[in-house]
C-alpha cells in the first residue's frame, strides 16, 4: 500500500539558510500535518491543513510557513534557520472521517 | 498538565514473552482516539492500533493489544511473544474532538523498549 513520501530524507543547512520539506500524502487523504521532533523528544505538532486551508496551528515558529497544495502535497518552509531547528521533521496524513495519522519516514534537517 | 503520560522511560523483556508498556490520559472531551506508534532507531514513525474512546472492545492488531480502561484513563499497549525486531521507542498518543480534521496528535514521552535473546 501506498505511504506518506517526505523529500528530502536528509537535509544539511547553515545557520541563517532557508529549506523547504515536502509531503506527499497517502492517495486520496485530504489531511496533512506537520511535527517535529527534536532529539530524545516526542513528536511536536506544528501545524494542519484540510482540503488545502489550515485547519490548526500548533508550536510553529514564525519563520516556518506551510501550505496545501491543489494536489494535495504540502510544503514546509523553513527560513533564518537557527541550530535548534536541527530536528526530524515529519508529515502524517488522514483521510476525513478516519481517525488514524499515518506518518512519513521524516526529514532529517541538520542545522550548522 | 501532560495531556500523555508514559511513567516507563525504558522496559525490558526476554524474547518470546508479553509486555505491557503503560500509558494514562487526561482529557475532558468525552471523544478522542488513542494511538500508539513504534519508532526504531531508523527514525520512522510506524502505525501500531487505535482505540475510539467510544469503542466498547479493546484494540486488537496481530500481537498488539491495547488494554483500554475508559474510567482510569489508561490506555496500556501489549505486545505479546517479543521479537527481537519489536526492539524501538513506543509512543502512545491521543487525538481529541469529534472526528475532527484539525485533530493533532499529542504524544506522550515514549517508552524504549529492548528485547534480550
Known amino acids: 500500500a501506498a505511504g506518506v513520501i517526505q523529500s528530502p530524507r536528509h537535509l544539511i543547512k547553515e545557520k541563517r539558510e532557508t529549506a523547504t520539506l515536502k509531503c506527499y500524502p497517502i492517495?486520496?487523504?485530504?489531511?496533512v500535518y506537520w511535527y517535529q521532533q527534536g532529539p530524545g523528544q516526542d513528536p511536536q505538532f506544528l501545524i494542519s491543513?484540510?482540503?488545502?486551508?489550515?485547519?490548526d496551528k500548533g508550536s510553529i515558529p514564525d519563520r516556518f510557513s506551510a501550505q496545501q497544495f491543489s494536489d494535495y502535497h504540502s510544503e514546509l518552509n523553513m527560513s533564518s534557520l537557527e541550530l535548534g531547528d536541527s530536528a526530524l521533521y515529519f508529515c502524517a496524513s488522514s483521510l476525513m472521517a478516519e481517525e488514524t495519522q499515518y506518518f512519513g519516514p521524516g526529514t532529517r534537517l541538520l542545522v550548522l | 498538565a501532560q495531556k500523555i503520560t508514559q511513567t516507563q522511560p525504558g522496559m525490558f523483556v526476554q524474547e518470546k514473552e508479553a509486555v505491557t508498556l503503560d500509558c494514562t490520559y487526561d482529557t475532558s472531551d468525552p471523544s478522542y482516539g488513542l494511538f500508539w506508534y513504534k519508532q526504531p532507531s531508523s527514525g520512522e514513525m510506524i502505525f501500531l492500533i487505535y482505540q475510539g474512546s467510544y469503542d466498547q472492545q479493546n484494540a486488537t492488531e496481530g500481537r498488539y493489544s491495547l488494554n483500554f480502561q475508559k474510567a482510569r484513563k489508561s490506555a496500556n499497549l501489549v505486545i505479546s511473544a517479543s521479537q527481537l525486531g519489536d526492539s524501538a521507542m513506543y509512543f502512545c498518543?491521543?487525538?481529541?474532538?469529534?472526528?475532527?480534521?484539525?485533530?493533532?496528535?499529542?504524544f506522550g514521552d515514549g517508552t524504549t523498549l529492548t528485547v534480550k535473546p
Open positions: 492517495p486520496r487523504h485530504d489531511t
Open positions: 491543513f484540510y482540503e488545502k486551508m489550515q485547519s
Open positions: 498518543a491521543m487525538r481529541e474532538g469529534p472526528n475532527t480534521n484539525a485533530g493533532k496528535s499529542t
